[in-house]
């Protein structure tokens, strides 16, 4: 048996951890620039805020029902979702991390009497440890758990927990196909057009026909909503292909000093991901660009990509090779609202690299230096060490956060104090 654990709302959940009066009121979080709704309360769904609407469209509504709103707060959610995941580490041997907020557990051998209780223990102890509300869903296969736990979530006179064993065909019936894991909207829109209109009715379609029109991935969902497990854990994380640090800017940066720093900020931030999945980098590509939406105003975008004699994860380098491109690319007399710094071409150190025979770089003193630099800034803060061509107060200073919380659980200057 497989369960889905899936914390509601949980950048909602995360801040109402720590405000504890904000339970049972509407409450909005939203994203990079204060720009758009990224979650939302029950009670702010009932006033039917969509998710990735605009704030604009809802500050009437904002002041009518006195809707709370927050800033995205990265620093609390990354680390109240890793206490999540620590937690659940405990109730199963083998555990997959899907997203922030959703783990898959691997129940495999467990008395199938024993499973509600066992969801039940679930929820009780991440509340109890961690704060936030989850909901459980059991069932014999990833798809169908993920069903489960979308049911979990729907019964409100429930739980909080729904245990999907045979037959499920009533609630294959009830979910529309749109609402299936795995199915997009094009798939959807395609399905229906051949009546398949439920889970249920997915099913029944021949295996060769869904094989010919869905790939070997849509076969694969189908014999998992039948029960048959066929989509492999993945309990190790794998390394991302792409590493990439961009920003809009709240207001445009009109000089090659501010994007310098700016982008050296970005190439830095990239450095310390990288280094985080021990890869290096054979390409780094800088970009930069105008607000495409003023029309009145002169547009510019240009990109420029860097190609390292051989791989590095070296913050020095890649600050330098940041800083090389935008040379190439920056154009005085333009407002820029958006830049970025991409790295490509990641492979792993022993994997081995070819070094050029009068590489200049003193390559193992930059291999020494690196863990030093991440050492300091994880215990005192990011960018307590940096380089000369960053910000002084980081590229954080450049977005919008009106409304943003404390680092509650990051910073021990941010500790939330309790007076007795």
Known sequence: ?????????????????????????????LSNNDGCVVSRSDEAKALRIGMGQPVFEIRELIRQHRIHVFSSNYALYGDMSARVMNTLRQFAPELEVYSVDEAFLNLSGMP???????????????????GVPVCVGTAPTKVLAKLANRLAKKDHQGNGTCLLTAPWHDALRATDIADVWGI???????????????????????????????????LRIKKELEGEPCIEWETDIPNKKNIATTRTFRTPLNTRAELG?????????????????????????????????????????????????????????????AQFALAKIYRSGYAYKR????????????????????????????QQLMPVFDAINARFGRNTVRTAAQSAGGSAQLTQQHRLSPAYTTRWAELLTIRL
Not at 193 to 215: E, M, R, S
Not at 346 to 362: C, R
């Open 1 to 29: 048996m497989v369960a889905l654990v899936d914390v509601n709302n949980f950048y909602v959940s995360c801040e109402r951890v720590f405000c504890p009066a904000l339970r049972g009121r509407p409450v909005v979080v």
């Open 112 to 130: 199938a009497a024993d499973l509600p209780a066992r969801a039940r223990e679930i929820r009780q102890t991440v509340h109890q440890w961690v």
């Open 184 to 218: 997009g909207r094009q798939y959807a829109v395609f399905l229906k057009k051949y009546g398949i209109q439920t889970a249920y009715d997915f099913t029944q379609a021949p295996n060769a026909w869904v094989h010919k029109h869905l790939t070997v991935v849509g």
């Open 261 to 321: 720093e700016t982008l050296a900020d970005f190439a830095a931030r990239c450095g310390e991901k990288l280094r985080r999945q021990h890869s290096s980098a054979a390409l780094l590509t800088v970009w930069i660009e105008t607000n495409r939406l003023a029309k009145d105003q002169p547009q510019y975008s240009r990109s420029f990509t860097v190609s390292f004699t051989a791989p590095t994860d070296s913050t020095l380098l890649l600050v330098k090779a």
């Open 339 to 366: 830049a970025g710094v991409q790295l490509g071409g990641l492979s792993q150190p022993e994997a081995g690299a070819q070094l050029s025979l009068f590489d200049p770089v003193n390559r193992p003193a930059h």
